[in-house]
């Protein structure tokens, strides 16, 4: 009994030391695979009055009045000191006037409060929001530079739009093929003012930059990305500026070339459409655009789908959320996106000054082309069309039609022309995805 009490008790202190012996030499494992969280201190302390002045060399203040020489913009490149300094004071009293136009006046607030804000944000100095790793730079990165936003907001509208006046009104069609003139015109022009040595665009850049004048955001925004990606800041801006400016461009060119009688022409009542038509008329219109331009499907498809799914009646929940929630979120980081490329740096410098300057020509021509096709077709037997709507060739999507009505209801308050310049409308809008895709498919 006594041996065995011996044998135990020399069993037991065995195991307790081996069981120390285990857990000391697991514990100099960890050590030697944990570094050490021991961080040597860098702060230098200061008197308050270093401090003080270390503040106020760090205010916006400073760095706009006194920039600092080693300031890099928001893609990494030198700038200069008018544009880290007066520059940046130039865009946000730029930004100030947007805020003004959007609020005071109305002018598709929408658009223009997210751009400029995001301008506003993208002029400050110091913080670089618009770089990289600024919040500014990341919504660029992931909606604006992969053609993501562009399609989203593609899908948001074919939800929101009814092809109704278009198929009870077939022939409003070519006024939005004839505003399309207003693409190829400038993508002429563009190039033969580089043949003149005005202006250094190359063809793929001159047919980024004609698009402008379809005056469509996504569009604009998707062909720059496959054609002239060095560009697409600036024709973004531009593209969505003239969309946001459609209420101010417009109307001086719609009273030019029309009279006060032809202003106050009243279209006639518009057929009833039946669902079937508006049904297989998305996945006709697919359907052609993937046998004939490929190039197109992308935005077409986008744009196709959102129309179908409203047209189907059976997913209401998905068309909402395309109609509302999706698309809003989508217009706020698209616009703060757009805004980011107002930077002083990128904004006033020559080449963006003459893509603004194309890029207005391109709208205006498009405009006229649209009302003068209206004109032309009155010539011709048949129910008159009012010259208005022709201006809604473009695809500014509702504002060109809203446009058209307002300024026709200031001749006739009676003259209801908003339906009608729906049907040129969302044809501009399928005109312009084409005409991207020709330009795509023959530069690209």
Sequence with gaps: MKKMIIKFLTLLVFLTLNSTTLMASQDGLQSIK???THKEETYVSQSMGHMVVGFLQSTGI???????PNELSASGKKMSDFHKGFGRIIMILVTFFLFWL???KGFEPLLLLPIAFGGLLANIPIANIAGPHGFLGVIYQMGLANEMFPIIIFMGVGAMTDFGPLLSNPKTALLGGAAQFGIFGTLVGAVALS????????LQQASAISIIGGADGPTSIFIATKLAPELLGAIAVASYSYMAMVPIIQPPIMKILTTEDERKIKMSTLRHVSRLEKLVFPIMVL???????PESTPLIGAFMFGNFLKESGVVERLNDTLQNALINITTIFLGLGVGSKLAADQFLVPETMFIMILGI???????AAGVLMAKVMNMFPGNKINPLIGSAGVSAVPMAARVSNKVGMEYDRTNMLLMHAMGPNVAGVIGSAVAAGVLISIFA
Excluded: E, H, K, R
């Excluded at 359907?287 to 331009?293: E, K, N, R, Y």
């Design 34 to 36: 944990s570094p050490s």
């Design 62 to 68: 400073v760095a706009l009045f006194n920039p600092n």
């Design 102 to 104: 959007a609020i005071a």
């Design 195 to 202: 043949q003149m040595g005005f202006v250094d665009f190359t």
């Design 287 to 293: 359907i052609l655009a993937i046998l004939v331009l």
């Design 361 to 367: 020509i391109a709208f205006s021509v498009g405009t």
